[in-house]
């Protein structure tokens, strides 16, 4: 096949013109600690790679109309450094478990969340989290609610000229209200989870008045779990944990034959046994850290 | 006593430097620009009749150099280190997914990966087999249809230990114990991808093997025959080596012979290096076992009989595991260590080597001990808690004491160091095993266990010895050279310590050169935990020689003394007790040099002769034995099945720590390794195919999945071992994973005996026994 061009846009515009030109035939490379991967290894071949990383209008992290703003090029690392974002802690808590610390010094949430795949750690706690992102091309900017993001897996709604320009997530007052994530993997360090739960509780008193459930590597995408939520809507947390600690989630959907990510495996059938044994037990977890994280707050 | 002030220190290791500042060349720093690239086309199908090949497309394709099949091989189609059953090229039959069908040389990668998708097969695919127990039966099609060694169908061979009366022990015994036992396949994971380079050799006309393998001149052995030249004609080289832990010892010689027929075809250097996914495929891996072990005991803990059925995962080749004659292997070492480190009067054990179609089982850290002892580090754990007795009680009851016979008959002896004891002490107090453990009450439980274990130092075969080179130069400098391998454990700095002490020169002034069969002697491989102690011993054999011709000429012709009234320290020779005399070890080898004196020796060292019959089992298969204690505390979540392990600690009886930083080096890695194998580590084959090929679906420990590793060294002398050594490379792998089952025994009262002991394993069995009890 014909070369594979290079290109370092200086700044934003630049990098829409490249995408707007080259499409389909162009690849996007962020932090690049997956695709780049898949590029070396022949999985991705495209005629153009555009390296955003450096792009100075991405790299930052601010606040405004209610969010704050992540920007597209902005690294797991310095999410863990930015005062703005340690309100979140479900992000906080998805992101200092990814990879290992080379991984986390380039690797980028808004990176994560276009990749798309249902392990990706970022995707549930911003679900949770209620987050849009901004997607950026030469014809102008549209929000994207995470939920209308991903797609498919590896699938996002983003156009082949649109890259994601921020990340934003809505500052809710604390008090009442708390998150957190929890993953189980195979090992402790650089691994993807075999289940995970982002949790956004918020409290009426002792009972959960409202709670936003997304689970990660149970089907294959990120997925919120309404059937939890309105489980324990009206419960007190600690009941509620009890109760959707052995239960299968009807948004579980590892069984589906289309789901690719376990379709050619012979092992599929046990991994699926194992996800379904646990789910219950991560999502009443990550919950009960929230609802801590609440009590902690009242002290 | 002479005092030791270079042996016993933790000197800076000789290839520290160079190896933190990246600038030790390992084998792909070795690669040059006419090199051509190989590339092999590995079998599609692990068990297939080939029907046809045709490689006329690959071949017309611009700047491929040669594309080979089986018939345009230069000379034997078979290589293996015991058995040459391992063809180069597939011809007839593939055997496992790792059966190269061709091979191709090109200017470029990119020009060989196309070659090689250019080559058309056609197969006729077979039942794979995955259990050794399915291949064994008598309707399995064999997967060898002619094998130079198996001895019926795909049972490779059947070793058998007999002593004293099993069936009557077993019928007068208070308690019978009896439980099946599964230990996995394991990759080696070392971090080194295997390569290889050959080249023309202009001067003798045959090939320079340059390769990260473990043992250098059975490279050369193996292989010549391949390449149809004499082993004069081959030279092996290697340089230092990213990891081997056994598996290099045989992996080499897949890369060296793609690359040396190649060389041989195209008369250009040829470069082959595997990817990761083929180092997972193809290469050696551990023997797979499936273990029946019966242990019979008295109400007062003693052991009086064991009966033990152990059917190993052979794999497709016999590589390291053996059969009756040649009888090395891992194979015998599970009959040897079938009762552990304990002694039993009466003993039965039978070990089957079957051949599947997965990656050959070769040799791996520990060599068939791994397995037999995780059984029997179960057995006596649940022996314990039936009579009520504390587990590490029950072990110091039964554990060979110094006149005590093993189950092959050999009697144990202080004078060769019998240091379990002092291990299970140090041990036992440093994790305050007397005092209860709090296991917790919800979800998460903790727990404490406890393993330990037996390992022979070396090569139980006829040959054990070794040979090395010493050359004292005229500046008073020391030469070494040793045909053993630095794969990181640290051998050449331990030779160099070593060479220093017996001679009497300064650490630094001593260089070693090693694995090179045009530089130095046979050594032997680097395997078996023996380097320190053959390799040691013909070391400082070389090095008393250098001694004493030295002493010789310095008490006549400087001192006018007898020489053994004079000593050598740190490059000085004087009489003893009057250093402010001293003449310089230079001017005295200068003398020496003018005089006659040979300045360059060969020493060599044989421990008594091995041996062992493949009978009955009986027979004294090593000179002396290393031994240790392993304890941890782990954390089990009972609703994940995820283990955690907050504690390791490990002693072992090295007999003396030449380098206390190596060995703690060494005990670190086995510790971590032992979290892995009895944690996470398992190929998942599926009729033959691998299923998890890369770092990221086959798991290996990383440092946040291991406690802080504490490790004791203990020193119980070995009469025959330099300074008191034995081997310490293998040993500290073995009891981690039995200690940590152990554990969650302890944690939840649930009894897993397969490992690895993955979260979903866990779970299912806590949810079990959960489902039994209501």
Not at chain 1, 45 to 56: Q, V
Not at chain 1, 86 to 106: D, H, N
Not at chain 2, 51 to 56: L, M, N
């Amino acid at each position: 096949m014909a070369q594979t061009e290079f290109f370092r846009p200086g700044n934003l515009a630049a990098a829409l013109d490249l995408l707007d030109q080259y499409r389909e035939q162009a690849v996007i490379v962020n932090g690049g600690t997956d695709i780049v991967e898949r590029i070396a290894h022949g999985g991705v071949r495209r005629a153009a790679i555009i390296y955003i990383h450096e792009i100075p209008e991405l790299r930052g992290i601010g606040e405004g109309d209610g969010f704050v703003r992540i920007g597209g090029a902005v690294t797991y690392n310095d999410i863990l450094a930015s005062p703005l974002c340690c309100q979140f802690t479900a992000l906080e808590q998805a992101v200092k478990e990814i990879g290992s610390p080379s991984i986390r010094v380039r690797g980028t949430p808004a990176g994560n969340l276009g990749t798309a795949v249902p392990a990706g750690d970022c995707c549930a706690a911003m679900m949770a989290l209620d987050a849009e992102v901004v997607a950026a091309s030469r014809q102008g900017e549209r929000a994207i609610k995470l939920a209308d993001l991903i797609i498919d897996y590896r699938r996002t709604a983003l156009a082949a000229n649109e890259l994601i320009r921020e990340i934003r997530i809505p500052v809710v007052p604390g008090g009442k209200t708390a998150s957190a994530f929890l993953r189980l993997t195979s090992r402790k360090g650089q691994d993807i989870a075999q289940a995970s739960a982002a949790v956004r509780l918020t409290l009426d008193g002792d009972v959960c008045r409202h709670a936003v459930i997304a689970m990660g590597s149970v089907s294959k995408v990120t997925v919120r779990a309404y059937s939890l939520e309105k489980a324990v809507a009206g419960k007190t947390v600690a009941d509620a944990a009890e109760e959707i600690k052995a239960m299968v989630p009807a948004e579980v959907a590892l069984r589906a034959a289309d789901n690719p990510a376990f379709a050619a495996r012979p092992t599929a059938n046990i991994e699926r046994q194992y996800k379904e044994s646990v789910i219950g037990v991560i999502v009443a977890r990550a919950m009960m850290t929230a609802y801590g994280k609440i009590l902690a707050g009242e002290q | 006593m002479e005092k030791l002030d270079i042996v016993g220190q933790s000197k800076q290791r000789v290839d520290a430097l160079v190896k933190v500042t990246g600038q030790a060349k390992y084998s792909a720093d070795l690669r040059r620009p006419d090199m051509l690239i190989a590339k092999a086309l590995f079998a599609k199908y692990p068990h297939a009749i080939i029907k046809s090949i045709d490689v006329s497309k690959a071949e017309k394709l611009d700047g491929v150099a040669a594309v080979m099949t089986a018939k345009d091989l230069p000379g034997r189609n078979g290589y293996g280190i015991l058995v040459p059953d391992k063809p180069v090229i597939a011809e007839r039959k593939t055997k496992y997914e790792g059966d190269p069908v061709a091979i191709v040389a090109a200017v470029n990668l990119d020009t060989a990966e196309k070659a090689i998708a250019l080559i058309e097969v056609v197969y006729e695919p077979l039942h794979a087999y995955d259990d050794p127990r399915e291949a064994m039966k008598d309707d399995a099609v064999k997967i060898h249809e002619q094998h130079p060694a198996a001895e019926k169908g795909n049972i490779l061979c059947v070793l058998k230990l007999d002593r004293g009366d099993v069936d009557k022990a077993f019928a007068e015994a208070d308690i019978v114990i009896e439980n099946d036992y599964e230990t996995p396949m394991v990759d080696h994971a070392y971090l080194e991808p295997d390569i290889a380079i050959a080249e023309l050799d202009s001067t003798t006309g045959g090939l320079i093997l340059t390769s990260a393998g473990q043992a250098v001149y059975a490279t050369k052995r193996c292989l010549a025959p391949v390449f149809g030249l004499p082993q004069s004609k081959v030279r092996v080289v290697a340089p230092v080596i990213g990891g081997g832990f056994g598996g290099k010892e045989d992996s080499t010689l897949d890369v060296c012979a793609v690359a040396g027929v190649l060389a041989l075809k195209t008369r250009r250097p040829v470069y082959f290096e595997l990817t990761r996914a083929e180092v997972f495929r193809t290469t050696g891996k551990r023997h797979a076992s499936y273990i029946k072990h019966r242990l019979a005991a008295n109400r007062d803990g003693k052991i009086v009989a064991i009966d033990v059925q152990t059917i190993l995962d052979k794999g497709a080749y016999v590589s390291m595991g053996g059969t009756k004659a040649p009888l090395h292997g891992v194979t015998m070492r599970t009959l040897v260590y079938a009762g552990g480190t304990y002694a039993i009067p009466n003993a039965r054990a039978r070990a089957y080597s079957v051949f599947t179609n997965h990656p050959y089982s070769c040799a791996f850290r520990g060599f068939g001990a791994p397995q037999v002892q995780f059984a029997v580090e179960c057995q006596i754990d649940e022996l314990a808690h039936r009579i009520g007795m504390d587990p590490v009680a029950v072990r110091t009851l039964n554990m060979l004491k110094d006149g005590d016979m093993t189950i092959t008959g050999q009697i144990m002896k202080e004078s060769r160091g019998l240091g379990l004891g002092e291990c299970i002490q140090k041990v036992t107090q440093r994790i305050k095993w007397d005092q209860p453990i709090d296991h917790g009450k919800g979800p998460v439980r903790r727990g404490k266990g406890f393993g330990a274990f037996i390992y022979g130092t070396g090569i139980p075969l006829a040959f054990e010895g070794s040979s090395a080179f010493a050359n004292l130069e005229l500046d008073g400098t020391l030469n070494v050279a040793v045909s053993s391998t630095e794969m990181g454990q640290g051998i050449a700095t331990t030779v160099a310590q070593l060479a220093a002490q017996t001679f009497g020169v300064k650490y630094e002034s001593v260089d070693v050169v090693f694995s090179d069969t045009g530089r130095s002697p046979d050594s032997g491989p680097t395997v078996g935990s023996r380097s320190a102690v053959m390799v040691g011993n013909a070391v400082a054999e070389a090095c008393r020689q250098l001694r004493s011709r030295l002493l010789e000429v310095a008490g006549k012709q400087f001192f006018q003394a007898d020489p053994s009234t004079l000593t050598i320290k740190d490059g000085l020779v004087y009489v003893e007790g009057r250093p402010e005399n001293a003449e310089k070890v230079a001017t005295i080898a200068a003398r020496a040099f003018v005089s006659q004196v040979p300045l360059s020796v060969i020493g060599t060292w044989f421990p008594p002769q091995p041996t062992f019959n493949s009978a009955d089992g009986q027979g004294e298969p090593y000179h002396a034995y290393g031994f240790g204690a392993h304890a941890v505390e782990i954390e089990v979540d009972t609703e994940t099945g995820v283990i955690n392990v907050l504690r390791s600690v490990l002693a072992c009886d090295v007999g003396k720590a030449i380098n206390p930083a190596i060995v703690e080096g060494q005990m670190e890695g086995g510790a971590a390794q032992a979290v892995g194998y009895g944690l996470m580590e398992e190929p998942i084959m599926a009729a033959g195919v691998m299923q998890n090929t890369g770092f990221h679906n086959y798991m290996i420990p990383t440092t946040k999945d291991l406690p802080d590793l504490e490790s004791v060294i203990v020193e119980h002398s070995n009469e025959l071992g330099p300074y008191g050594a034995k081997g310490i490379g293998e040993p500290p792998l073995i009891a981690g994973a039995p200690a940590i089952r152990n554990a969650i025994y302890d944690a939840i009262g649930v009894k897993i005996n397969i490992i690895p002991l993955t979260p979903r394993r866990v779970l299912e069995a806590i949810r079990q026994q959960a489902g039994q009890a209501r």
